[in-house]
């Protein structure tokens, strides 16, 4: 949303009923070193809170907790802002994957709140290529991450999306 032309609207980001809990989630506070000109939670620093959450939710399915193991490539990062999030802030966010999956990559889908209200502050999305790194390809997901990745998983029409 391009908030410097004139007579941009925000799209509401408030929920009046409360937000079904996903199965991942994590608080991140807002320091002074990721705000913007405007005195807001500045876009870029939403990317690395959605690496957190995603490593949170994947290396758990691997065999191996070491981040080096994680065999995806993001193919897409995208990142909707929704409301402006001040200094000192505490934000709460979620990781789910999305329906359907594919056969080779899957989407995770992230909301990020106000810590405590259902306002989201902001929704994001990659999608996640499983990938042998030792042949260079894509593969398909594993049949046990599979199961997982389906219980998990979330309508995006139901998650703005």
């Not at 994680?70 to 802002?81: F, H, K, S």
Request: proline share 11%; aromatic share 10%; net charge neutral.
């Amino acid at each position: 949303m391009d908030r410097a032309r004139p007579g941009a609207v925000m799209p509401s980001p408030a929920s009046s009923t409360p937000l079904r809990p996903w199965p991942v989630h994590r608080r991140f506070y807002v320091p002074y070193h990721d705000l913007d000109v405007l005195n807001h939670l500045n876009h870029a620093a939403y990317l690395p809170y959605m690496e957190t959450l995603r490593c949170d939710y994947y290396l758990p399915l691997l065999p191996s907790p070491d981040p080096t193991q994680i065999d995806i490539i993001i193919a897409e990062a995208t990142c909707r802002y929704l409301a402006p999030v001040a200094y000192g802030s505490e934000l709460l966010g979620e990781v789910a994957p999305a329906r359907p999956l594919g056969r080779t990559s899957f989407t995770l889908l992230y909301r990020f709140t106000l810590a405590g209200t259902s306002t989201v502050t902001s929704r994001g999305r990659t999608i996640n290529v499983v990938y042998d790194y030792a042949k260079g390809t894509k593969k398909e997901i594993p049949p046990e991450r599979r199961a997982v990745l389906e219980r998990d998983a979330v309508d995006p029409a139901d998650e703005g999306w």
